[in-house]
């Protein structure tokens, strides 16, 4: 800072006096060298050089009308420094609400406040970690397919939806709708429910709404803990309407109890081809063991005397004039087994069979025989055919011829 003289001193014709020249002299001297340095009058007629005092405190007044004040910062964290302002940074005095053009925060705490007009991470993505978030609009992703909702590991615990929501497959493609207590699939697009290898369990009803039926039910494998309802009536109903009901080629496993079957023009098939010893196809019975080891492929009796099945042989003795069987399970005496009285059976306790020969009753107890008995008072009974090397089709004459 520097002093230079002028023409309005006190001195004639207004020029300065010696005196003043002198302080002039005397002020330049001692101009300042350093910002925020002054000068401060140390004796009767000398001035120093002074740096500025620190300052401790201000006196200020509360404000609360002001609704643009100005915001007070430094450019340096310390030091002499000039306070300053500018237009991006204000504060309503009246409302509280501090406005900045931008802010950087590593941590922000805000205590039941509201961000307003506000995009978080759009240029650097980030995670917001919340109670509860609320949207009143809804949640977005950035583009299509742009972003998922929960992952492996932190999935949510439940999903709450209003009546009448709807689950929105590529755009409209394939859609789930709620209505009434109903889910409806649907969409613009030939819309399926795929199961693939897995299993769909239900207690309730599965078929058309209103008049509608379901037009068609493929299965490789159908099994009903109760017989199902057709057209209306009950399966046993529907199994004598042919014009209701048509079942081609099932299969049933474990035991079906049918009703009266009335056949058009068609038939009741054995299988085909008996796939090992100890297989069956034919009409059976359950009844007791009347001996004490009863074994698969036994030729047994039904014993008038106890009711029980016991072995018979072709000597004129009790049995070989009665109702016919073939063991099909192992018995103990008076315990279950199961009897075929009419069909196919293919068992390791028979002989090697010839086809299309007939088998009889043998002296044997509980066998039978290609060879015919000609044994004085023994029966020649016919009880079936060899259809195959090993199958037996089992059916017993009425007709027997004994010797004499």
Not at 127 to 148: E, L, R
Not at 173 to 200: F, P, Q, V, W, Y
Not at 257 to 286: H, M, N, R, Y
Not at 349 to 377: I, K, Q, R, W
């Amino acid at each position: 800072m520097s002093f230079i003289g002028g023409g309005s001193g006190t001195g004639a014709g207004g020029e300065l006096s010696v005196a003043e020249e002198a302080l002039i002299s005397a002020l330049n001297s001692l101009a300042t060298t350093s910002a925020g340095e002054f000068m401060q009058k140390s004796g009767a007629a000398a001035f120093t050089n002074a740096a500025p005092g620190a300052v401790s405190t201000i006196t200020v007044a509360a404000e609360t009308t002001d609704t643009s004040c100005s915001v007070l910062f430094v450019t340096d964290v310390s030091g002499a420094l000039q306070p300053k302002t500018n237009t991006n940074l204000t504060f309503n005095s009246n409302t509280g609400v501090f406005t900045s053009a931008s802010l950087v925060a590593t941590t922000a705490d805000i205590n039941a406040g509201t961000i307003d007009n506000t995009t978080i991470g759009a240029t650097t993505a980030t995670t917001i970690v919340g109670t509860t978030i609320t949207a009143n609009t809804g949640f977005v992703p950035d583009v299509n397919d742009g972003a998922y909702l929960g992952q492996s590991g932190t999935g949510f615990s439940d999903l709450f939806l209003a009546s009448g929501a709807v689950i929105n497959f590529d755009a409209g493609a394939s859609t789930i709708t709620h209505s009434a207590n109903t889910l409806t699939i649907g969409g613009s697009g030939a819309t399926a429910l795929a199961l693939g290898a897995n299993n769909l369990t239900m207690t309730g009803s599965l078929g058309a709404t209103g008049a509608g039926k379901l037009t068609k039910i493929w299965s490789v494998d159908a099994e009903f803990t109760n017989l199902p309802t057709i057209n209306g009536g009950t399966l046993a109903t529907a199994l004598s309407l042919s014009s209701y009901a048509t079942l081609a080629s099932p299969t049933f496993t474990g035991t079906v109890t049918l009703p009266t079957v009335q056949l058009g023009e068609a038939s009741i098939k054995l299988d085909d081809t008996l796939s090992g010893d100890e297989t069956w196809s034919g009409i059976t019975t359950s009844g007791l063991s009347g001996v004490t080891t009863l074994a698969i492929g036994d030729l047994i009796y039904l014993n008038a005397d106890d009711s029980r099945w016991e072995l018979v042989d072709a000597n004129e003795s009790d049995g070989y004039d009665k109702q016919l069987g073939i063991a099909l399970t192992a018995a103990a005496d008076g315990a279950a087994s199961e009897i075929l009285l009419f069909g196919k059976v293919r068992s390791a306790a028979f002989p090697a069979f010839t086809v299309g020969s007939p088998l009889y009753m043998s002296e044997t107890a509980g066998d039978v025989t290609h060879t015919a008995p000609v044994t004085a008072n023994a029966a020649n009974r016919i009880v079936g055919i060899a259809l195959t090397a090993e199958d037996l089709f089992f059916n017993p004459s009425n007709d027997y011829i004994v010797h004499t």
